[in-house]
């Protein structure tokens, strides 16, 4: 808000400055209305600066902050996911530098790395549904059924969830057998990559929205999409976080805010919207956390969040002797 502040008085300052200077030249106007522009331009300057003093305390004080959080990740979160097999999901347009910094904090919680999943822009296309559907038709067990109101990625997510996580902990960094050939057919028909081993299931999954949200017709429909895969992975598995840097206001083409639209969703699956920062890595591990324990949120400062990270659960005290022996 300083910033935006900051940049108006600027604006202004510069096109009062231009009305005196058309001022001066002229013979229209008094000395006294003259002498009362350069009052206000003189007030709006120092306006602005006082205004750039505040904006750089402010950031300041925020890199201050991630600095502390930053050097305190490792205890913050240290053996919160040990046991753990966590399942990396990028997705057209999502930051790398985002992904790593959170799989860095991942594995300081104990947690291993299945792999990575990185969805393509085809993935996505609308145009490509009847791939999707073809591909899912053709690959899944005779067993899987669909609800009637499924849409070609409710069916994808469904099929390649079973591939990639489990709630089975005597199936975890195992294959599916019922999956054998589901991820190389996706990855020869340009669906998606795979990185590392995520054939060897994992137990919980991550996803990283786009940085910025999509655009255009398709947008919503694609943000719909992705809220598909998490929703699947959830489903599948013990528990899936949606992570990214999401708008102040809720956009059709941010996959974070069309996931807290979803109450039904929202409800199990969490999305933390500040993993472009230290604290909001710390919230992605106690997400984590949290899904295990069978709850959900929504975290961050973004719109639709209830608090910037989980409750942290307290030690109980352990009992003192009262009889002094």
């Not at 991942?106 to 792999?115: D, E, F, K």
């Amino acid at each position: 808000m300083i910033d935006f502040r900051y940049h108006l008085v600027s604006i202004v300052a510069i096109f009062l400055a231009l009305a005196v200077g058309i001022v001066l030249g002229t013979t229209l106007l008094q000395e006294p209305a003259v002498r009362s522009a350069q009052e206000v331009a003189a007030q709006l300057t120092k306006s602005k600066e006082e205004l750039r003093t505040q904006l750089d305390t402010l950031q300041g004080r925020e890199a201050g902050n991630d600095a502390f959080v930053a050097a305190m990740t490792p205890s913050l979160v240290a053996g919160d996911l040990t046991g753990q097999r966590v399942l990396l999901v990028e997705t057209p347009g999502s930051s790398t530098t985002v992904r790593e910094a959170a799989q860095q904090v991942l594995t300081q919680a104990g947690a291993v790395i299945s792999g990575r999943v990185t969805l393509t822009e085809k993935f996505l296309d609308p145009k490509a549904t009847g791939v999707l559907d073809g591909l899912v038709n053709q690959l899944k067990p005779a067993n899987m059924i669909f609800p009637a109101t499924a849409t070609p990625w409710d069916r994808a997510a469904t099929l390649l969830s079973g591939a990639f996580v489990t709630t089975d902990q005597a199936q975890v960094g195992t294959p599916n057998p019922a999956t054998a050939d589901v991820v190389s057919s996706f990855e020869t028909g340009g669906l998606l990559t795979t990185d590392g081993d995520p054939l060897k299931r994992a137990t919980l999954a991550v996803m990283f929205a786009p940085e910025k949200p999509y655009e255009g017709e398709n947008a919503e429909v694609q943000a719909g999409a992705l809220v598909s895969v998490v929703s699947g992975l959830d489903v599948a598995g013990k528990g899936t976080v949606l992570a990214g840097a999401a708008p102040t206001t809720a956009v059709p083409g941010d996959p974070i805010s069309a996931l807290r639209d979803e109450s039904d969703i929202s409800k199990r699956v969490t999305a933390v919207d500040t993993a472009d920062m230290p604290a909001g890595r710390v919230a992605v591990v106690y997400s984590l956390r949290e899904q295990l324990s069978g709850r959900a949120g929504q975290y961050g400062m973004g719109k639709g969040a209830s608090a910037m990270l989980p409750t942290v659960p307290t030690a109980t005290p352990s009992p003192t002797n009262q009889s002094g022996s």
